[in-house]
């Protein structure tokens, strides 16, 4: 079974509309970690924002916010007023077993959602 | 600066030849790892290194070897290359412990021919 389902495999969005990107998760370790990871086109990875499992708060980074419900096992990126710039494929990933047994686990991604803002 | 360097960013190879992509970082962590990017399947673990001399597989190893004699390389070696790790490479590195952040490299453009 997947780890991580990232269900849009593209989207197409208004400049300055809200969007939110799905990310599913599956784990039975109660230690876990969630990331939302940005690529332009040049390949980088650029890291966005960071929801531990242990968090009470849903974690926000700018006009970033980790929608996150532990119950649903469901961690969405929020991008409020998207900008052109935010034309990219954006990676949910989680990494298990972060404070326990030997340490952190590595990442699984998921497939990504390409993500085009259009003006 | 914190910083993951690979090298080479760009290279284009051929069938059998060995290579080995570099990966450094300086931050004193013990936890490194490689990553592939193939289309439509996301970024996938190749190998980790827990710490020095300690290293596993991930979950797409085959083809590739690694070693962790230092604490800050994690080279990745391709002995004998074919088209289908024709890829992007991602080197990537955090603490053991409380890994929440996590450094890439700029990643490497690897083509097989």
């Known amino acids: 079974a997947q780890k991580i389902t990232q269900t849009q495999p593209g989207m197409f969005v208004q400049e300055k509309e809200a969007v939110t990107l799905d990310c599913t998760y599956d784990?039975?370790?109660?230690?876990?970690?969630l990331f939302w990871y940005k690529q332009p086109s040049s390949g980088e990875m650029i890291f966005l924002i960071y929801?531990?499992?242990?968090?009470?708060q849903n974690a926000t980074e700018g006009r970033y916010s980790l929608n996150f419900q532990k119950a649903r096992k469901s961690a969405n990126l929020v991008i409020s007023a998207s900008q052109l710039g935010d034309s990219a494929m954006y990676f949910c990933?989680?990494?298990?077993?972060?404070?326990?047994?030997?340490?952190?686990?590595?990442?699984?991604f998921g497939k990504g959602t390409h993500l085009i803002i259009q003006p | 600066e914190a910083q993951v360097t690979q090298n080479p960013r760009y290279l284009i190879t051929v069938t059998g030849k060995k290579l080995t992509v570099t990966c450094s970082q300086n931050?004193?962590?013990?936890?490194m790892s490689w990553y592939r990017q193939d289309p439509g399947l996301g970024l996938r673990q190749i190998y980790y290194?827990?710490?020095?001399?300690?290293?596993d597989k991930g979950d797409v190893p085959e083809g590739y070897k690694v070693s962790r004699k230092e604490k800050r390389n994690f080279p990745l070696i391709l002995e004998s290359p074919s088209p289908n790790q024709t890829s992007l490479y991602f080197c990537?590195?955090?603490?053991?412990?409380?890994?929440?952040?996590?450094?890439f490299g700029e990643g490497s453009w690897l083509t097989v021919v």
């Open positions: 990537a590195s955090s603490l053991r412990y409380s890994g929440n952040t996590i450094y």
């Open positions: 784990t039975s370790d109660p230690s876990y970690g």
């Open positions: 929801q531990g499992s242990y968090d009470q």
């Open positions: 990933a989680m990494r298990e077993e972060m404070y326990s047994g030997g340490g952190a686990d590595g990442l699984t």
């Open positions: 931050m004193n962590h013990e936890y």
């Open positions: 290194s827990m710490n020095v001399e300690v290293t």
